[in-house]
């Protein structure tokens, strides 16, 4: 009995370490971030390509994904109201609540997340594999300001600027299904957009920085921490992308309760 | 120039250094030897200040350097010029870039003095006009000259050579020794260099040590060490599969020479 117990709590010990190591790394990088971002200028080239990779690049990925979302959103409620209604009611009311307060910020992180968060760890683990990283640090250079600063801030200003354009993108295509599929006036749809509060954005947005930051700090801690050659590369991006897409998905639910709990529901 | 005194590391328990010590003095080329997976790149990474050793102390021109904090180091960093093993240029750089990119980040120049350097570094290495190059358009050897131009960017005063010849075919290999040989005689640079290629170690040192089992096993000129009588050094510079040295995973007897 008592061994059970042992190797019970040796298990539940084991996993506790497993998950509190990285989170341990991942806020230490978080404080080396901020602690280079006050400290020193950041490397303006880095910072425009990176800005250019995440918001130019990404944005035809997360246009297409919201205007379908939007899209879809719009049909399945039309019919369901048709169902109960026999009209189509509350269209634009709930395609774009929906839009603005869940799936414009959560749609958009995932897609960032297998988008740029896979790009930054395969680059930032090919780069430790084949000794980059030791090379910029014998060239005076810290990779975390070279590296991670440029990245850190692009993803903190792109992805809730992704998600404005993307609340815009889905609501447009649950207007363009409502309107031609329906036969909702323009008008009547866009009263019930006009509906939403500024604090409904807010809410957005919120989670919008939230997620660039768990997308971004878990990117580059997989990327700096790659070992094993091409296999760890293939490792971390696909470890990094997992865990984010799972992080902001139980995340999104915590911090609705929070926002909610703070007036911000 | 350069004394290290008794410096241990170890890795999850694994011994890789049991107290290693020399000095080196200026302008020497010291060469260490000793066979795969013996700890030779985590001393020279040590020596750079990229690994922390767990006790002992490594003195460059009477400054303890091995437990600096990241702010003083790059003072130290400014004297080392690191030639790494896979080179480890910059993929999304030019090689004009990368040569460069110490003397961004270490010195105050202009654009135009940073360019005069640059070209008379890749000049000095037998590589004029390839500065718009990116690394992935060049062979290994370019690559392995491109990587010593961008460590003397800054002129250290050491050079630290992580097996500079491996890799390559035998002619470029002797090209990289020439080189080495050529930046000592223009540069009186102190240097180390981590080898197992014998040809090599012979032609550019001064002195060559063998590393075994985390310990300096033998140091001596290329011709003490050629002439050695330890067993094991014999055995390592003649690349024979029999002798002392244990072989890890083998479970066949290797072949005994008539």
Redesign the interface.
Known sequence: MNKKLESLFSISGNFVLLLSKPCGEIAILLYRTFFWIFKSNTNKRNFFLQLQEMGARTFPVTSLTLLFTGMVLALQTGYAFIRVFNEPLYVGRLVSASIVKELGPVMTAVVFSGRVGAAVAAELG??KV???I??L??????PVKYLVVPRFLAAMIMLPLLVIYSDFLGTIGGYLVAHYRFDIPTNVYFDEVYLLRLKDVFHGLVKSFAFALLVIMVACYRGLNTEGGAEGVGRATTQSVVVSMVLILVGDYFLTALLIAFGLG | MIKVENLRKAFKGHVVHAGISFVLNKGETLTIIGGSGSGKSILL?QI???VKSDSGSIIIDGKEISRLG?DKL?EV??M???V???S????SLTVGENVA??LN??ARLTALETLKIVEEKLALVGLPGIKEFKPAQLSGGMKKRVGIA??IAMNPQILLYDEPTTGLDPVMSDVINDLILKLKKETQMTAIAVTHDMKSAYKISDRVAMLYQGKILEVGTPQEIQNSKNGIVRQFISGSSSGPIPIPGQKFQPLKSE
């Open positions: 090919t780069m084949t000794e980059q030791d090379a640090y014998t060239l005076g250079t810290n | 990474k750079v200040g990229l990241e790059q960093q400014k080392i010029g690191y790494f093993q896979e480890a240029l910059f993929d990119s110490g980040n270490l961008r460590a």
